[in-house]
């Protein structure tokens, strides 16, 4: 689209340059002679757009062989960066480790688990943990499914992976580039899944789209796809199916899936991949040889007392929080003696043991713990597993005030009220009747653009959560409106607007009635309206499909997704006020006069450059200010939250992955949600959210109906 505006923008505009040329030396009947004047400021103003547009050209980026080179290298720099550096290398198994003081020795072997993998021609075998993953992924034909219990150790298994096959790309510049995905975040708005990882490439990578295109198209991106268990059970299949789709189609593109192995079970079909790997259980020798290292004396005592606790110690994960749990074995917490299953039992006093070890002077431990329990709830209620800054709204809070007195609706009172305030000191400081009039035109296109077109936060965020967690009690309904509808909708704006606006200045022009000035200043408004809501939703729908950029500072407010807006809208602001103000000028001048229509032009550009910019990006600002208050308030979400995050980060809680966080495992989300939902009323999340709750109260784990909230790694 851009492209194309690109393009003919230019050829346009060198048109109307001719004939404004034309007008500005050629002979015209006597009664325009007064006029002629005006065309050589519009001559001017068109080369200056001419100019602007070769400037903004020459600045667009060229692809090409060193692009496509140097975005490789940045690309494998920060796969590596964000899943192997700091979630492979910072595993549990690796954090307990260094926690307890373990040495690791060369015979220490890279993860305690053993590898058993079959392919569809019949070669099945089973390989221990020295076995090099590229090396059996490339056995395998480059297309497999690894599947393991809860805790197992598959989403490490597809980091292993991934690191090998990294260092091959960083050596073969033929070699397909591995880029780690999770598919939580397909459920969002499912689509193929070839254009899923373009626009997660994009946003979570922040590669070029047209790169990220060209490089899906020619195979030459490595998707590792983790947690296809993460994906509602309502959509599982059908992401399933989004796979083998894109598999057929381009069966040379190498591929790996991770998911719980009783869940892939239950697909309609399997993934039509050549090979198999499956995570073995731990055996009793191999958590024996395991508790045998220095170090773990608190754990083997931990066993000793409770026997229930070995029949949790068969997966790494399991092995790895007890090791950190019993770390301390005098050092029980109160809630550590809570009643309830082993497993609920081990992870409450991993929670105390890592937060009395990592003291924070902000955060008080049970402070912090009820603030995770917040997120994961969030998280599992909407079925992701990555948080960022932009899932925050309204819908978090327990405590929704009634519908006038939202953060929403305080929002778009807040913005009319700035805009009132702005277009009534311009309009007094041009000391006119007119001005007023024109000024009051604005301001109830404010008040309609609010009402009608506005987005709020929960609108915004849709592109990273399930449409269908919308709140049904929220106070506007989601517009969904039909290309015919928007446009009588704007015709009928423009008309009413404009027809208000020539009246009133017609009726109070000096001297008189006039209907010449009515027609001039009515007919000014109506095309400034009509390009004013044309633009409000183009830049709307380009917005919301555009991938955020990267995270570059620490800064919360606003967040990416809002500052995005804030950038795309201060970049056009002038543009877009420089031809609301040209529309606006010609009427009124052939109507009143040069100098009448200057003051015209310049309240009307200016005034619809405001609107627009406050419609799309400033109120949203001011409800994401007020939204972040309350929550603070509630002591459910602190502000500032990212020293926070790291807190929990350094808490073994946490991993930072990207501009994201994800919990260290899925085993661990849960237990912070089940908390949360037992001690916290729920966030208003519609009726699919009520629904599971009531299945979790009645002990199950599913709803008919309703999103699961099992899955993890």
């Excluded at 260094?98 to 089973?126: C, K, V, Y």
């Excluded at 949790?312 to 092995?319: E, H, I, T």
Aim: net charge neutral.
């Amino acid at each position: 689209m851009r492209r194309v505006v690109m393009v003919g923008l230019p050829v346009i505009v060198v048109a109307l340059l001719g004939v404004a040329t034309n007008v500005a030396t050629g002979a015209l009947p006597a009664r325009w002679s007064p006029y002629l004047w005006l065309a050589w400021p519009l001559v001017l103003l068109l080369v200056t757009v001419l100019v602007v547009i070769e400037v903004q050209r020459g600045r667009e980026p060229r692809t090409g062989t060193a692009g496509a080179a140097r975005a490789r290298k940045v690309l494998l720099e920060r796969v590596r960066r964000y899943w192997v550096t700091s979630v492979l290398d910072r595993s549990l198994y690796e954090e307990a480790r260094i926690e307890l003081g373990i040495a690791a020795t060369a015979d220490d072997r890279q993860h305690p688990w053993s590898l058993r993998a079959s392919h569809r021609d019949g070669f099945t075998g089973s390989l221990d943990d020295r076995t090099s993953m590229s090396a059996l992924f490339d056995q395998l034909d480059q297309a497999v499914v690894i599947v393991g219990a809860p805790g197992a150790g598959k989403t490490t298994t597809l980091l292993e992976l991934a690191r090998g096959l990294l260092d091959r790309a960083d050596h073969d510049p033929d070699a397909p580039i591995p880029a780690v995905f999770n598919l939580s975040s397909w459920a969002t708005l499912r689509r193929p899944l070839d254009r899923w990882l373009v626009e997660q490439l994009t946003e979570r990578y922040g590669i070029p789209a047209e790169q990220a295109a060209a490089w899906v198209a020619a195979g030459e991106i490595l998707p590792l796809l983790d947690g296809l268990d993460e994906v509602g059970e309502q959509h599982r299949d059908e992401c399933a199916e989004a796979i083998a789709a894109f598999h057929q189609r381009q069966p040379l593109t190498p591929i790996a899936v991770c998911c719980r192995q009783a869940e892939y079970a239950r697909l309609r079909a399997e993934l039509p991949l050549y090979g198999t790997v499956a995570i073995q259980p731990l055996d009793r020798s191999q958590i024996e040889r395991y508790l045998d290292r220095p170090g773990l004396s608190g754990l083997r005592e931990g066993l000793d007392a409770d026997p229930e606790l070995w029949q949790l110690a068969n997966s790494p994960l399991m092995l790895s929080i007890m090791a950190l749990a019993y770390a301390d074995p005098t050092g029980a917490g109160p809630g550590t003696t809570s009643a309830g299953s082993g497993r609920e039992r081990l992870f409450t006093r991993y929670v105390d043991t890592m937060l009395r070890r990592r003291p924070h002077p902000r955060y008080r431990p049970e402070w912090t713990a009820d603030h995770l329990a917040t997120l994961a709830r969030v998280l599992r209620l909407r079925d992701q597993t990555v948080f960022v800054l932009d899932m925050i709204d309204e819908s978090w809070s327990a405590r929704r005030p009634a519908a006038p007195w939202t953060s929403t609706a305080l929002a778009r009172l807040l913005g009319c009220a700035a805009l009132a305030a702005l277009f009534g000191a311009a309009a007094w400081a041009l000391g006119s009747v007119a001005g007023l009039v024109v000024a009051g035109g604005l301001l109830a296109l404010a008040v309609f653009m609010h009402a009608v077109n506005y987005d709020d936060l929960f609108e915004l965020t849709s592109t990273i959560r399930d449409r269908d967690h919308r709140p049904p009690e929220s106070w506007v309904a989601a517009w969904t409106m039909s290309v015919a509808e928007l446009e009588r909708l704007i015709q009928v704006s423009a008309l009413l607007t404009g027809a208000a606006v020539g009246g009133l200045t017609g009726w109070f022009t000096p001297g008189g009635p006039s209907w010449t000035a009515g027609l001039g200043y009515g007919g000014g408004f109506f095309l400034a309206t009509v390009v004013a809501l044309i633009a409000l939703d183009s830049a709307q729908v380009q917005l919301h499909f555009r991938p955020l950029p990267p995270r570059t500072d620490r800064r919360e407010l606003p967040s990416p997704l809002l500052r995005q807006r804030l950038t795309v809208m201060a970049a056009d602001l002038v543009t877009l006020g420089v031809c609301v103000g040209v529309l606006g000028f010609v009427p009124v001048a052939l109507a009143r006069g040069a100098a009448e229509a200057l003051r015209f032009a310049v309240l009307l550009g200016g005034g619809t450059s405001l609107l627009l910019f406050t419609v799309v990006a400033f109120s949203p600002m001011i409800e994401q200010a007020l939204v972040r208050r309350r929550l603070a308030r509630e002591d459910l979400v602190p502000y500032p939250l990212l020293p926070f995050l790291d807190h929990a980060v350094q808490c073994l809680f946490l991993r930072q992955v990207g501009d994201g966080y994800i919990f260290v495992h899925r085993e661990l989300l849960d237990h912070f949600a089940e908390r949360a939902e037992a001690d916290v009323p729920l966030p208003r999340f519609g009726a699919a959210a009520q629904a599971r709750r009531a299945g979790l109260r009645q002990g199950t784990r599913e709803v008919p109906g309703a999103p699961s909230v099992g899955g993890g790694r």
